[in-house]
């Protein structure tokens, strides 16, 4: 498993597909954006730095779940040949709502524990659990066994999921501190295209980890 061949496949299908993935996803990643916009502006300067985080978390516990099991689904049938309309991708990701919800909420308090700590710990957790999503989605998994099975997964590839996630995030955050420089103090409307565009952009990251889940699990098979 060469992880430039998997960014390589990877942003190839990204490429391919992104007809069917922009309307897919970018309503709900612009509508996420717009929500915290909003709650954000509400808020006071001081009520911001205190209860920024948090309520950031909250608006995408109610948003990523819904677009991220879609894309993961639509991945999914595509990959098999599958032409599911979008409807019924978004029917079932409903369905999965609260079960995702609640694992991308342990998933990130787990996350956000280990970084206190030290940087590592919250990365080597973060690695393990990238297929969680996945095995829940996909497989059926329930919550925890989700996480369990994830971290079996991933165990003995921790350097070539780290090079693939770094691939992907970096120009991302790159792209982002560019746009900071260049637009310091942007209008509402550009803040919202720029969030919007960001948090798109990160939604290729889904496709990598997708390519790679796939890719263990055909390992672990044969």
């Avoid at 954006?33 to 009520?47: K, S, W």
């Avoid at 990238?130 to 099975?149: H, I, K």
Wanted: aromatic residues 10%; proline residues 6%; hydrophobic residues 55%.
């Amino acid at each position: 498993m060469n992880p430039l061949s998997v960014l390589r496949d990877s942003l190839y299908f990204f490429r391919r597909h992104l007809p069917g993935i922009v309307p897919l996803c970018l309503p709900l990643v612009i509508l996420e954006a717009l929500v915290a916009q909003l709650l954000y502006r509400q808020m006071g300067e001081q009520a911001l730095t205190t209860y920024g985080m948090p309520l950031g978390m909250l608006v995408s516990l109610l948003f990523y779940p819904l677009y991220s099991a879609a894309l993961i689904l639509y991945l999914d049938t595509r990959s098999n040949g599958q032409a599911v309309p979008k409807r019924d991708l978004f029917a079932r990701a409903l369905q999965l709502w609260p079960q995702l919800a609640l694992l991308v909420l342990i998933s990130s308090l787990l996350i956000m524990a280990g970084l206190a700590l030290f940087i590592f710990p919250g990365v080597w957790i973060m690695i393990n659990l990238v297929f969680a999503e996945y095995l829940l989605v996909l497989r059926g998994l329930p919550v925890v066994q989700s996480m369990r099975e994830s971290a079996r997964m991933t165990t003995g590839h921790f350097m070539r999921i780290m090079i693939c996630v770094l691939a992907v995030l970096a120009p991302i955050w790159l792209i982002d501190g560019l746009l900071m420089m260049a637009i310091p103090e942007p209008t509402p409307a550009m803040e919202l295209a720029m969030d919007s565009f960001s948090g798109f952009l990160q939604l290729f990251s889904t496709v990598v980890l997708y390519r790679l889940f796939m890719l263990m699990e055909g390992e672990a098979g044969a």
